[in-house]
């Protein structure tokens, strides 16, 4: 089992930056892939970025260029450099670890871009 504890996130104001960070409850070498993803009220979750557990990421087109997903092993933590946010940027972010066929999720934070 992985326990997420997230942190970050805030209010920004358009072309401001935030960067959110994920800590598991273990090592995330044994995690086979790690992400952040987001929601709206009334809207599916949509993916942002991924990382696999060989280095490779992958970003939504939206936040190419833009956002920036990296970890850090020794503090078992995987972060979200958030530039250049824009006001659709709004909504809460959640963070989420696949272990064993098994996803976990954090339990969100809320971003706010401000026009």
């Known amino acids: 089992q992985v326990q997420l504890v997230q942190s970050g996130g805030g209010l920004v104001q358009t072309g401001g930056s935030l960067r959110l960070s994920c800590a598991a409850s273990r090592n995330i070498f044994s995690i086979n892939a790690m992400g952040w993803y987001r929601q709206a009220p009334g809207k599916q979750r949509e993916l942002v970025a991924t990382i696999i557990n060989d280095g490779s990421t992958n970003y939504a087109d939206s936040v190419k260029g833009r956002f920036t997903i990296s970890t850090d092993n020794a503090k078992k933590t995987i972060y979200l450099q958030m530039n250049s946010l824009k006001p659709e940027d709004t909504t809460v972010y959640y963070c989420?670890?696949?272990?064993?066929?098994?996803?976990?999720w954090g339990q969100g934070t809320q971003v706010t871009v401000s026009s």
């Open positions: 989420k670890a696949i272990s064993g066929g098994v996803a976990y």
